[in-house]
């Protein structure tokens, strides 16, 4: 492995920090890698396995000004390129705006989601809730050849070079780059070259949703009317539709009206779903109504006669209540734990003539952060490749395959002390079945104070990974992931290598 240290930033966090997400684990990097070359610790890398796994991750610099809060963290992307049966590495924060003014500053300048607005010593910010950071540290796809990053509570887009990682910029979208911003969880459809999007925030009408298309212009745009503000994290699409939610889990309405912003469970009110042709306007949104629930992820979406079939998380228990039991810490982040929420893979069936919603539970099993191929995003998928959690914690302790078709699942559990990341699904250079290719992941092996990054058979995970690779230090868990091929990606294939392609 040729290492080499491209930067690193000086961390204001306290040596003796005992916050749970950011020690163990949850351990911010401080040093930007390039690893060329990596060392196979078991099995070997397969040669078809072509194109990058990037990860994001929340990965603070400073403290917070009173809570730390894990989604507050500053937004760092790993990235794993595979090519001719080699890997290289690399890591790099997004230079956001808040980044370059925190690192001016050398102390936070901005509140968390856990802190009150008001305590931000800087009057201005984003996010929906307002006079937030914009960490772009929820999400991550490529779209146009460029990896963009983002935020949960919308925020601007960044654009990074997805081979070097160095940030480029920002969405500008010839200007018309909403002033609301944009939420994590983009759709960038691999069959059409679009990015579907929305964001949302606090005045009405509450929902935006957009599409840009192949040549990164903006050439759809429209109002999403909601009855308030609401706290939507995801979307999906089908090859005709794009489906939003109103869940039942936003801001108590009186408490925002006194400047509070309490995210409350409604379970009076339905879950609702919005469909909406991909180019639609807001009087064409059909709503459907379903039980109650809040859904962090969707997996995917398809057309199947009059129905669209929409898959996703429903969370049992979308606000768990402070039982008393576990760790100050682990109280207050109740809220991340999977099997605190129940989330188990869901599907709901919108009739498109008649209105009506169908909805079945798909398995008994709590797993969270399902992937697919995604060359079969919004047609009918058979697999989902999700993450199994840590009772208790924010942290994946594998990785379980769901076939949809016959409910089975196999599962693959990684060592005690070892976490994983969200998987991605990477097919296999001229793959024709939909599992015919690799799912790839990185860990943070506590044991070992080392991380690795596994390649496994994507049709058959549960036989353990073939081949198992080395990074140059220990990572932070972290958030949501992406499989970009290496066709996707500009400068890919006439380099020498990718890795030392600059490629934009
Ligand atoms: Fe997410």
Redesign the pocket.
């Known amino acids: 492995m040729d290492v080499e240290i491209l930067g690193r930033v000086l961390s204001t966090l306290p040596d003796d920090d005992d916050h749970p997400y950011r020690t163990g684990p949850w351990r911010p990097q401080t040093t930007e890698w390039k690893a060329d070359d990596l060392t196979v610790v078991e099995g070997e890398i397969p040669a078809d396995l072509d194109g990058l796994y990037l990860r994001n991750t929340e990965n603070p610099v400073h403290p917070a000004l009173e809570r730390y809060h894990p989604f507050d963290g500053d937004g760092m992307i790993h990235a794993v390129g595979f090519r001719d049966g080699k890997a290289f590495y690399r890591n790099r924060f997004v230079q956001t705006d808040g980044l370059i003014a925190e690192r001016e500053a050398g102390v936070p300048l901005w509140a968390g989601i856990a802190d009150r607005p008001e305590k931000s010593p800087r009057q201005d910010g984003w996010g929906a809730r307002g006079r937030m950071k914009d960490a772009s540290s929820?999400?991550v796809v490529v779209h146009a050849g460029v990896a963009l990053t983002s935020f949960?509570q919308c925020g601007d887009l960044y654009r990074l070079n997805p081979l070097t990682l160095e940030t480029l910029g920002k969405s500008d979208w010839g200007g018309e780059f909403p002033s609301c911003g944009v939420s994590?969880?983009t759709k960038s459809d691999e069959n059409t070259g679009e990015l579907l999007f929305f964001n949302y925030g606090k005045d009405a009408p509450y929902m935006h949703y957009g599409v840009v298309d192949a040549d990164d212009r903006l050439v759809h745009y429209t109002e999403v009317p909601l009855p308030g503000p609401r706290l939507p994290?995801?979307m999906a699409f089908t090859e005709n539709y794009a489906i939003l939610n109103d869940c039942p889990l936003f801001w108590d309405a009186d408490l925002l009206a006194k400047g509070h912003h309490a995210a409350r469970f409604r379970p009076d009110l339905p879950l609702r779903l919005g469909v909406i042709p991909r180019r639609g306007t807001s009087a064409q949104i059909l709503w459907f109504e379903a039980a109650p629930t809040y859904v962090?992820?969707f997996v995917n979406a398809y057309e199947e006669g009059d129905e669209i079939v929409l898959d996703g998380f429903f969370q049992g228990d979308p606000e768990p209540r402070d039982t008393g039991d576990g760790s100050f810490y682990q109280r207050m982040f109740r809220f991340l734990a999977l099997d605190r929420m129940q989330t188990r893979l869901h599907r709901w069936r919108l009739n498109l003539r008649t209105g009506q919603c169908r909805e079945e539970r798909l398995t008994d099993s709590i797993t969270e952060f399902g992937v697919l191929n995604n060359t079969y995003g919004g047609r009918r998928n058979r697999y989902t490749y999700a993450a199994s959690g840590v009772e208790g914690w924010f942290l994946f302790n594998g990785l379980v395959k769901h076939d949809l078709l016959t409910g089975k699942e196999e599962r693959y559990t990684l060592p005690e002390g070892v976490y994983g990341s969200e998987p991605a699904m990477a097919p296999r250079v001229g793959s024709t079945a939909e599992d015919d290719g690799y799912l790839v992941t990185l860990t943070t092996d506590m044991n070992e104070d080392r991380s690795e990054c596994l390649i496994f058979d994507a049709a058959r995970p549960a036989d353990g990974p073939l081949a198992r690779l080395l990074l140059p230090e220990r990572i932070s868990s972290g958030?949501?992931a992406t499989w970009a091929p290496g066709s996707a990606i500009p400068g890919w294939a006439g380099a020498d290598s990718p890795a030392t392609s600059v490629g934009l």
């Open positions: 929820t999400d949960y994590a969880h994290h995801d962090l992820h958030t949501h």
